[in-house]
Structures are given as structure tokens and as C-alpha cells.
Antibody, heavy 122, light 110 residues
């Protein structure tokens, strides 16, 4: 069974750093792209970027390039999303999602994590 | 950058057919994926590559894509279909890959 288990809710202050995680199981972690999606409170889904754990290649949405860092550690089957200096506007639910179709980046997201709620407030 | 447009809301009575559209320039030349998100839950893939259903998704869910409009059709609507629905396409016209979501359509079963 494919599972993506995300790290828990975080409450941080503006300017702080943060890394959230997504641990995968039940499939070949290095053979599928895995991505991150933001959902701000009461709003829609926004695609942030994807990483290929097999070789570490990352593709960012133009909207998020330079704002976050996406990475993966294949030794522990975990993908990460990190910020160096959080802003109040980063308050959102963040989902990780596996891309279907093996090494194809541009397919559907067939499995999703449960979401990690990040709250940034002074 | 590529823009995908969805109506904010659609209402339909139980047993009827709901149609949720996703508009974009020549979207028929792209593959469209559809996700269902119920309140407080993670999204679920309901249609992939315009019209394919993942295993476990009822046959009542179908999709089509032509010209400037892709459509998710839900036949014999049930109360359990009430959710937000998002379409997604992949675009690289700017030279950078981007997984573009529509703004979402809230389906209300009245």
C-alpha cells in the first residue's frame, strides 16, 4: 500500500526557519517524482514544485522559485519542503503528492499525504 | 503563464447530472487531471488524462476535453459527491514546467 505520511502541524514566528517532511512507503521511492502543493486558508490548490528522489532533480513553479527549497533523502524515503525565513503569508496547509507514471514529472498526482498545517504568527 | 478557469460553484439535485468545466486556451491539446477535495481532507484523483478513471472511482465520474474546455461529468449525483473539484494541466510554455491548477469549483448537492 502506497502511503505518504507528513510531519505534524507547526506554529512559527515570522523570520524563523522551518522544514516539513513527507515520508513515503509502499513503492519504489527513487522511481517517482514527488511534489508539494500549497492551500492557503479557504483558498484553492497551488502547485509549488517537484523533486525526483532518484537523482535529486528539482523543478519549481515560477511563483515559488527562490521562496522555498524542495529536496529528498532517498536513504530514508523522505521528501522535504523548507523555508529560511517564514512570513505570515506562508500560513497554509501543505500537501505532498506522488506523481504517477514512474519517471514522468507531468502526470497526475495519484497519492497524497494528509497535509501539514503551517501557521506563522507573531 | 497558462491560465485555467473554473466557475466558483455549481449546484445540482440528487440523481441529476453535474458538469464542472475547466477553461483554457486550446486546453484540448493538453492532458487534464481532476481532483476531488472534501471538506478537511486531502485531494483525491478522480479523473486522469482527460477521461481515465483510477481504480475505486465510480463509473458515474467521467471526463472529456476538447477545444478550450475540459469537462468533469458526475452522473446520478449523490450527497457524498459534495466537494471542491480542481482541474490541473501541465504547462511549459514559459520555458519552465508548471503544474497549473484551476481555482476550483464547489459542487453543492441541493
Amino acid at each position: 500500500e502506497v502511503l505518504l505520511v507528513q510531519s505534524g502541524a507547526e506554529v512559527k514566528k515570522p523570520g524563523e526557519s522551518l522544514r516539513i517532511s513527507c515520508q513515503a512507503s509502499g513503492y519504489s521511492f527513487t522511481s517517482h517524482w514527488i511534489g508539494w502543493v500549497r492551500q492557503m486558508p479557504g483558498k484553492g490548490l497551488e502547485w509549488m514544485g517537484i523533486v525526483y528522489p532518484g537523482d535529486g532533480e528539482v523543478k519549481y513553479s515560477p511563483s515559488f522559485q527562490g521562496q522555498v527549497t524542495i529536496s529528498a533523502d532517498k536513504s530514508i524515503r523522505t521528501a522535504y519542503l523548507q523555508w529560511t525565513a517564514l512570513k505570515a503569508s506562508d500560513t497554509a496547509m501543505y500537501y505532498c503528492a506522488r506523481q504517477s507514471g514512474g519517471g514522468t514529472a507531468t502526470g497526475p498526482s495519484d497519492y497524497w499525504g494528509q497535509g501539514s498545517l503551517v501557521t506563522v504568527s507573531s | 503563464s497558462y491560465v485555467v478557469t473554473q466557475l466558483p460553484s455549481v449546484s445540482e439535485a440528487p440523481g441529476k447530472t453535474a458538469r464542472i468545466t475547466c477553461g483554457g486556451s486550446n486546453i484540448g491539446s493538453k492532458s487534464v487531471h481532476w481532483y476531488q477535495q472534501k471538506s478537511g481532507q486531502a485531494p483525491v484523483l478522480v479523473i486522469l488524462y482527460d477521461s481515465d478513471r483510477p481504480s475505486g472511482i465510480p463509473e458515474r465520474y467521467s471526463g472529456s476535453n476538447s477545444g478550450n474546455t475540459a469537462t468533469l461529468t458526475i452522473s446520478r449525483v449523490e450527497a457524498g459527491d459534495e466537494a471542491d473539484y480542481y482541474c490541473q494541466v501541465w504547462d511549459s510554455s514559459s520555458g519552465r514546467l508548471n503544474g497549473v491548477f484551476g481555482g476550483g469549483t464547489k459542487l453543492t448537492v441541493v
